[in-house]
């Protein structure tokens, strides 16, 4: 997605984008986007499946870095299941993708 910068007056970008059972509606997928990391459960009947799958591909179109980790048969915002699973990958993705390892002390 598009992401909105964190103060529109200075066009600062977002360096990565964690969804959890979101979805972009609003804003076609380009080259410079942030790189995503989406959770989705396939049986979310708040925010369907699809939505979560559409900008996946987009970003996958767009040449970005994005995961998706699906939860079958999961509903909306599976965290109690998944906390694990949900905590480690976003460690790992925002760890990766911000190169934290040679952030600031």
């Known amino acids: 997605a598009k992401l909105a ?12 984008a ?3 059972s979101g979805a972009n509606l609003l804003s076609p997928i380009g080259p410079g986007d ?8 396939t ?7 699809q939505w979560a799958v559409n900008p996946y ?5 767009a040449g970005l870095d994005t995961f998706l980790t699906t939860f079958t048969g999961a509903g909306h ?3 109690v299941t998944q906390r ?10 925002l760890y990766w993708e911000m190169d934290l390892a040679n952030a600031a002390q």
């Not at 049986?43 to 499946?49: E, G, I, N």
């Open 34 to 41: 942030a790189p995503t990391l989406l959770f989705h459960g």
């Open 57 to 61: 591909n987009g970003a996958l179109s």
């Open 18 to 20: 964690v969804s959890l």
């Open 43 to 49: 049986a979310d009947f708040v925010v369907p499946y």
């Open 5 to 16: 910068a964190a103060d529109a007056s200075t066009n600062d970008q977002f360096g990565a």
């Open 84 to 93: 694990t699973v949900i905590l480690d990958q976003t460690t790992n993705f």
């Open 77 to 79: 915002v599976p965290y």
